[in-house]
């Protein structure tokens, strides 16, 4: 994953984890 994603810095790096657990759970409470 780090690979795919241009150089960032930390902060942004976190900021980005952050976006995606958010979305893969409300990914996953929506399916239900």
């Known amino acids: 994953m780090s690979a795919s994603l241009r150089s960032v ?11 995606i657990q958010s979305a893969l759970r409300d990914l996953r409470f929506g399916a239900v």
Do not use: V
């Open 9 to 19: 810095d930390g902060q942004d790096e976190a900021t980005i984890l952050r976006e």
